[in-house]
Every structure is written in structure tokens, then in C-alpha cells.
């Protein structure tokens, strides 16, 4: 069981579920035109998941680039060498305008790592690894009203990979349930606690008893929250105040 501490006015476990976050999150200021804009094309615009998508033991990155020029986003695939650096091995223009979240995840049950990338459009679309460290362009999954992160785990513990979805437009948290062979079905969503800010969505077991649940993390300037929502198996999720934290739960961007 995750206790919270306080040091400093600021709880211990909150420093925690920031780094699980896995994702910089940016300031309402930026989010409220819809996020990086084409001219912010910077090393700090880049979208980045690790995996070893070759099965070579090694960690491999991957890149989800927006473009500069209001063209498509690149994905870019680098294979990790046995000296500690990166080989790139493809880049292509094949993703949305505007990427936000990048995933890794086995979601056709085929033992190799494959990558889902949620645009600002609320476009789910899943690339489908070869083993090799390439990736081909399966299809869009699902579409939202817009995707701001993505957590990936098995919530209904039946062997396969289940997503969650934070779409800051439609205010909510969507879980996605793995159905085989790359598939999912829309299942059990959530209200958002801040509506209009990039809510971060991140999946570990915080309570213990062996099921994952979810961190939502919010970020307005300087005010920082995160709330606790505990999975029962059946990838239905229970807000639990106690693990929970707001400075200031009335004060956020507006939507």
C-alpha cells in the first residue's frame, strides 16, 4: 500500500507518480491553442518509447517527430548497439499533423513489440513490428476528440494489452480493451478532474493487490495535482482520494 508522506509541502508519492508519468508535461499556456505548434519542430517536441523491438536483447528507441511544415509527423526507429549507441534503421512520414502520445506494446499477441500513436485529432493509429525493428502502418483503432497520453496494461487480466486514452477536448479517460489481433473495443471511461488541461495518464499497481491501476497527472503552470484510480479487474477504475493529490483542486487552465 502506497502511503502518503508530505516533505516540504509537496507528497512523497507524487514525486513518484511524476517520473512513472513518463512524458514531459507541458503548461496549460501551450496546451490551450492545441498543444506544440508546426513551428516548435525542437528536440523537446519529440515523442519517445523504448523497447527491444528486435529481440536482440538490446533496447531500441522510438521517435514520433512532429512535422515543421504542417505536414505529416515522422517515425523514426533507432536500434540499440552493444556499445551503448543507436543505429537509425527507418524514417518515415507516415504519422498525423500533430502527435502527441507514443506507445509500445504487444497488441496482436504475436510476441513482438508494436507502437500506438495518438494524434491531437483524437486518431489512435497502431504500426505493427516485424521483429526486425521495422514497423507497418496497421490502421487507426479508434478516434477521440483528441489524444493527449496513453498508458498501456492488461486490465481485465486476460492476456492482453488494454489502453487507456486521456483526451483533454472530450474531458475524459477512455479505456480501450485488447480483442485479439490488434483490435480493441471501447469500454469503461472517466470524467477528467481538471477539464482543458493535457492530463497525463500513466498504469502501475498502486495498491498492492495485483491489479493495475492508473495515475491521471495534471499540470496548470506551477499547480500540480495527480489522482489515484484503482482497477478492479475488469478494467472498471474507482478514484481513491486518500492516494490522490490536489494543491488546489479549483485552480486549472480553462478548458
Not at 239 to 245: G, N, R, V
Given at each position: 500500500m502506497i502511503r502518503v508522506s508530505s516533505r516540504a509541502g509537496l507528497p512523497t508519492v507524487?514525486?513518484?507518480?511524476?517520473?512513472?508519468?513518463?512524458?514531459?508535461?507541458?503548461?496549460?499556456?501551450?496546451?490551450?491553442?492545441?498543444?506544440?505548434?508546426?513551428?516548435?519542430?525542437?528536440?523537446?517536441?519529440?515523442?519517445?518509447?523504448?523497447?527491444?523491438?528486435?529481440?536482440?536483447?538490446?533496447?531500441?528507441?522510438?521517435?514520433?517527430?512532429?512535422?515543421?511544415?504542417?505536414?505529416?509527423?515522422?517515425?523514426?526507429?533507432?536500434?540499440g548497439e552493444a556499445d551503448g549507441s543507436f543505429r537509425l534503421v527507418s524514417s518515415s512520414?507516415?504519422?498525423?499533423?500533430?502527435?502527441?502520445?507514443?506507445?509500445?506494446?504487444?497488441?496482436?499477441?504475436?510476441?513482438?513489440?508494436?507502437?500506438?500513436?495518438?494524434?491531437?485529432?483524437?486518431?489512435?493509429?497502431?504500426?505493427?513490428?516485424?521483429?526486425?525493428?521495422?514497423?507497418?502502418?496497421?490502421?487507426?483503432?479508434?478516434?477521440?476528440?483528441?489524444?493527449?497520453?496513453?498508458?498501456?496494461?492488461?486490465?481485465?487480466?486476460?492476456?492482453?494489452?488494454?489502453?487507456?486514452?486521456?483526451?483533454?477536448?472530450?474531458?475524459?479517460?477512455?479505456?480501450?480493451?485488447?480483442?485479439?489481433?490488434?483490435?480493441?473495443?471501447?469500454?469503461?471511461?472517466?470524467?477528467?478532474r481538471m477539464p482543458g488541461s493535457a492530463a497525463q495518464v500513466s498504469a502501475a499497481d498502486?495498491?498492492?493487490?495485483?491489479?493495475?491501476?492508473?495515475?491521471?497527472?495534471?499540470?496548470?503552470?506551477?499547480?500540480?495535482?495527480?489522482?489515484?484510480?484503482?482497477?478492479?479487474?475488469?478494467?472498471?477504475?474507482?478514484?481513491?482520494?486518500?492516494?490522490?493529490?490536489?494543491?488546489?483542486?479549483?485552480?486549472?487552465?480553462?478548458?
Open positions: 507524487f514525486a513518484a507518480f511524476l517520473l512513472v508519468a513518463a512524458v514531459v508535461i507541458a503548461p496549460c499556456r501551450a496546451r490551450a491553442a492545441g498543444g506544440v505548434s508546426a513551428g516548435d519542430d525542437d528536440e523537446d517536441s519529440r515523442l519517445m518509447v523504448m523497447a527491444d523491438f528486435n529481440h536482440d536483447g538490446l533496447a531500441d528507441i522510438a521517435e514520433a517527430v512532429p512535422p515543421g511544415d504542417g505536414s505529416a509527423g515522422i517515425l523514426k526507429v533507432s536500434l512520414a507516415v504519422l498525423g499533423r500533430a502527435p502527441r502520445a507514443i506507445v509500445a506494446g504487444d497488441f496482436d499477441g504475436d510476441g513482438i513489440p508494436d507502437l500506438m500513436v495518438g494524434d491531437d485529432n483524437g486518431t489512435l493509429t497502431l504500426f505493427r513490428g516485424d521483429g526486425t525493428g521495422s514497423f507497418a502502418r496497421a490502421g487507426d483503432v479508434a478516434q477521440l476528440d483528441s489524444v493527449s497520453s496513453i498508458a498501456v496494461a492488461d486490465f481485465d487480466r486476460d492476456g492482453r494489452e488494454d489502453i487507456a486514452v486521456s483526451d483533454s477536448r472530450g474531458g475524459v479517460v477512455t479505456i480501450f480493451m485488447g480483442a485479439g489481433k490488434g483490435s480493441f473495443r471501447r469500454g469503461w471511461s472517466f470524467r477528467l498502486f495498491n498492492g493487490d495485483g491489479i493495475p491501476d492508473l495515475a491521471v497527472i495534471y499540470s496548470d503552470e506551477d499547480q500540480y495535482a495527480f489522482d489515484v484510480m484503482l482497477g478492479d479487474g475488469k478494467g472498471v477504475f474507482v478514484h481513491s482520494p486518500e492516494l490522490s493529490y490536489a494543491r488546489d483542486p479549483n485552480s486549472h487552465c480553462p478548458a
